[in-house]
């Protein structure tokens, strides 16, 4: 577990005090992949530089499980830093030394006996499916298999943290998702948790449980990823959101929505359960009603549907608001277009 407890961090440059981070309280469980969100100069890795040790905060406090890690004496610290391996945006791979050197370097670096550096090396790139380029130089491989060596790297020392700066940035969206099932897997298969930093929410959609969106230094949202997704409480995560689930109507699109329906538009959104059940279709016929789906997009987070439509309704008005009164018990439900305004 990591826990950033009030964390603040403040660098001056010039006379000038700039608050990277601002009074951050977080937990990352053991065992989850907790992402942060944030456009850049966010605060993300400050905060990453914090929990790596490679920075001290101005205030506050920062857990790896229940130790302070500024308390830690140097040794131990060196000890912490082994538990917290670390895969970056640019790889940072060795140039001169071959796949299966840049593998075994944390290991040589811990003084471990050659054989098994050479065992752990071969199963590291067993796993990452790169065994076949054990002697090649990074320069002959491609960006996704340079992070696949990144990643064996940092899990060559077994830690138990994986911190990811922006680990996809590079990559096409591809090699992307290749790579988000290969961090899946690291932390399915040795449960290893993962912290990663990212601008992307493609990234956030697939493979987080949680989530926390940055803004000017401060956590603005965080919480369980379908929650934040589902409702998301501040302008700049629902910007994020709706880069990813589809579900904001251009202007063109809204214009032409309006132009071609005569009746009142209303946006549903279904969330896990109701997105099983008829409602629509047991209402509008309840209340005798015909509906016409304007717009619909679903999508799948962590293994539930959220589906988001623009319906119109057509019939008695009376029965109308009725009918919409009765699916707001059951699902969220407003008017987005009003022809009589
Ligand atoms: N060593 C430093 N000295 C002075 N200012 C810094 C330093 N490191 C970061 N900052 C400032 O702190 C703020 C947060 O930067 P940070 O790099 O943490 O953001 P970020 O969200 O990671 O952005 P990016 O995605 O562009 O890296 C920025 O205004 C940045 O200029």
Request: glycine fraction near 6%; aromatic fraction near 6%; hydrophobic fraction near 40%.
């Amino acid at each position: 577990m990591i826990t950033f407890d009030e964390v603040t961090k403040s660098f001056t440059t010039n006379g000038k005090d700039i608050l990277a981070v601002d009074d951050v309280s977080l937990t990352v469980n053991k065992g989850e992949i907790f992402g942060i969100i944030g456009f850049s100069g966010a605060g993300k890795s400050t905060l990453l530089r914090l929990v790596n040790l490679l920075e001290s905060p101005t205030k506050g406090r920062i857990l790896i499980g229940d130790q302070d890690i500024q308390s830690l004496k140097p040794r131990d610290l060196r000890r912490q830093r082994q538990q917290i391996g670390m895969i970056f945006q640019n790889f940072n791979l060795f140039s001169s030394r071959t796949v299966f050197g840049n593998v075994a370097y944390p290991l040589r670096l811990a003084r471990k006996p050659k054989r098994e550096v050479t065992r752990i090396v071969n199963d590291m790139l067993d796993f990452v499916g790169l065994k076949d380029k054990a002697d090649h130089y990074p320069e002959q491989l491609s960006g996704g298999q340079k992070q696949r060596v990144g990643i064996a790297r940092a899990l060559a020392t077994s830690p138990e943290f994986l911190i990811c700066d922006e680990a996809t940035s590079a990559l096409d969206p591809d090699t992307t998702d290749d790579i988000l099932r290969l961090l899946k897997k690291v932390n399915e298969e040795y449960g290893i948790t993962i912290l990663l930093i990212t601008h992307e929410m493609h990234v956030i959609k697939t493979i987080c449980d949680r989530v926390a969106v940055m803004e000017n230094g401060r956590v603005i949202e965080s919480g369980n990823v379908f929650n934040v997704f589902s409702n998301p409480q501040t302008a700049t995560t629902k910007n994020f959101i709706s880069s990813v689930l589809n579900d904001r109507l251009s202007i063109k699109l809204l214009t032409h929505l309006r132009n071609s329906h005569t009746n009142p538009l209303y946006r549903v959104i279904f969330k896990g359960e109701s997105t099983n059940q008829p409602l629509l279709s047991k209402v509008t016929r309840k209340y005798d009603l015909d509906f016409n789906i304007a717009y619909g997009s679903v999508n799948e987070l962590q293994d539930q549907l959220y589906g988001n439509l623009i319906v119109e309704f057509i019939g008695d008005p009376i029965a109308v608001q009725r009918a919409i009164e009765e699916l707001a018990t059951t699902v969220e439900i407003r008017e987005v277009i009003n022809h009589g305004s």
